[in-house]
């Protein structure tokens, strides 16, 4: 059973940054390509970033392209979201997830497990 817990959300002002952390257990997380995602009030989840396997390629969206960091710690078992110059428009619950498999995924149902969720909220 794989398990995704994430941390790090909170309540930040315009400007600034938050990291984003998700620890996983269960099956060899290096065997997980690993993504991130937002779900806004009243929208739909969209996709935020995405990571491949050793770590060495990432994808973003046009949105956060810039001012969003995706990486991953192999040996903690753990993928990050480092998030600058936050906007209010960043505010949603994050989700991290882990596709089994390699490759830049953007579609969520291609990813086969999920965390639970995290808040993040941006002041203006």
């Known amino acids: 059973q794989v398990q995704l817990v994430e941390s790090g959300g909170g309540l930040v002002q315009a400007g600034g940054s938050l990291r984003l952390s998700c620890a996983v257990s269960?099956?060899?997380?290096?065997?997980?390509?690993m993504g991130w995602f937002r779900q806004a009030p009243e929208k739909e989840r969209e996709f935020v970033a995405t990571i491949t396997r050793s770590g060495g390629i990432t994808s973003y969206a046009a949105s956060v392209k810039g001012r969003f960091t995706i990486s991953r710690d192999n040996a903690k078992k753990t993928v990050y979201l480092q998030m600058k110059s936050l906007k209010p428009e960043d505010t949603a619950v994050y989700y991290c997830a882990a596709r089994s498999g390699d490759g830049l995924v953007t579609r969520e149902r291609l990813y086969d497990y999920w965390g639970q969720g995290t808040q993040v909220t941006v002041s203006s």
């Open positions: 269960g099956r060899t997380f290096s065997s997980y390509a």
